[in-house]
């Protein structure tokens, strides 16, 4: 009994220490809950196949929102082929109210080294207090031709824009 009673002991300890070295991880691209008025900069992040963010809502005295993302695709992607980036405006209710789609021009094209592609959003009218979510899709520019993995893309730059 004694031996059974120390290898379970043993099991509990190194599972509560498994469970003890996983980090939280915030979501990508989350930001402030409330965005400011003027350019406001995420910073970067890395998804694979899709992405939303948590909610935001628009400040005091907004009257347009818009986005502008700079991407590549990622280092890790897994799938074969060019890879697009679809980037959509959700409202409280789930609905796309703007919808960009731009495929993928990093590399080397010509002479010169593209870092990044630009992805700038319509600009759409917001009123103070209204909620929305970015919704972020990768994927491959010509299915038909795709291994069928997940794509992956980095963004360098994820920027709102919102004015007053």
């Not at 980037?87 to 703007?98: P, Y």
Request: net charge positive; glycine share 8%.
């Amino acid at each position: 009994m004694k031996k059974k009673t120390k290898i379970l002991l043993s099991l509990l300890m190194a599972f509560a220490m498994l469970l003890g070295g996983i980090p939280s991880i915030k979501a990508a691209a989350s930001g402030r809950e409330t965005l400011p008025v003027g350019a406001y900069s995420v910073g970067g992040f890395t998804f694979t196949n899709y992405n939303l963010t948590p909610v935001k809502t628009m400040p005091n005295n907004a009257r347009t929102l818009r986005f502008e993302v700079v991407f590549r695709k990622a280092d890790k992607d897994a799938g074969v082929g060019k890879v697009k980036l679809t980037v959509q405006i959700r409202n409280s209710r789930g609905q796309a109210v703007c919808t960009k789609v731009v495929e993928d021009t990093s590399g080397w094209n010509g002479i010169y080294f593209n870092r990044g592609t630009q992805l700038k959003t319509s600009q759409i009218n917001v009123s103070p207090g209204e909620k929305y979510q970015i919704f972020f899709d990768a994927s491959s520019v010509d299915p038909a031709h795709a291994n069928g993995k997940y794509r992956s893309i980095e963004v360098i730059s994820f920027t709102s824009f919102i004015n007053s």
